[in-house]
């Protein structure tokens, strides 16, 4: 049978969004979760998503897309923290960034700042802001991956390890209750360095990760300091960043 409207309806969420939780889906659509589960269970029989943990994705769109298509998901949301975020940066601060869509449009946010001296190990957060308005780029070093234009492992950590800054700032690909995930071990650790090297920690998230199961464990959120995302957390996260002590910031 073709698909419902309101299939149809789920399929456009998830394209747009990536991994959605059950309970936000229902919220979206404006349905109960039992209404949404039988919506979704011929969709999931037939193939075009996948179920795990509480949460659906396309199957076409299961782990990390590549990062020129994360840029345009969910992109007004990301702009939105990345400007709440630029507001709290003041010329001529020190800010440490992984790579990341979110880390990306922050980047961006920032051109209007002065002297700021910025380490990252992303090509494409130095391209932003290197050359420009007097600020200091520094860049990790080691192989660039193709796909997101960052250098990762042993260098790039031994590299960063050589700053403190004011500002340590890190994007995430999942986060959970206990903490924040990703897809990738480099990306992993290198997060988890970089959150070592700040005064202040901060994760960047879009609401779309919330509810998500990544395969490597970044930290919890007693390591950070603020977490600034675009809508409430379900209320295991948000209990969950209460409980460690984090600052919760909506955009």
Do not use: W
Request: charged letters at 25%; proline letters at 2%; aromatic letters at 4%.
């Amino acid at each position: 049978m073709p698909p419902s409207k309101r299939q149809r309806e789920i399929l456009r969420v998830l394209e747009n969004e990536g991994t959605v939780a059950l309970s936000a889906l229902a919220r979206k659509l404006e349905v109960s979760l039992e209404t949404i589960r039988r919506d979704l269970k011929p969709l999931a029989d037939n193939g075009s998503l996948i179920k795990t943990h509480g949460s659906v994705s396309l199957a076409s769109m299961v782990g990390e897309a590549p990062f020129e298509r994360r840029m345009r998901e969910n992109s007004d949301a990301k702009r939105a923290i990345a400007a709440a975020v630029a507001a709290t940066i003041r010329d001529g601060d020190s800010i440490m960034m992984d790579t990341g869509t979110t880390t990306s449009f922050l980047a961006r946010e920032l051109l209007g700042h002065r002297r700021l001296t910025v380490v990252t190990n992303s090509s494409d957060i130095a391209r932003t802001l290197a050359t420009l308005n007097d600020n200091k780029v520094y860049m990790a070093g080691g192989e660039l991956r193709s796909d997101n234009g960052a250098a990762f492992g042993s260098t790039a950590i031994d590299f960063i390890n050589r700053f403190s800054v004011t500002h340590a700032i890190i994007s995430t690909g999942a986060v959970n209750a206990h903490g924040m995930m990703d897809y990738d071990l480099d990306e992993a650790e290198f997060a988890r360095m970089v959150l070592t090297r700040g005064r202040r920690t901060l994760v960047v998230t879009d609401h779309s990760k919330f509810g998500r199961e990544g395969l490597v464990r970044v930290c919890g959120f007693e390591a950070v300091t603020e977490l600034v995302t675009d809508h409430q957390p379900p209320t295991d996260i948000a209990q969950a960043i209460a409980e460690a002590g984090a600052r919760l910031t909506l955009a």
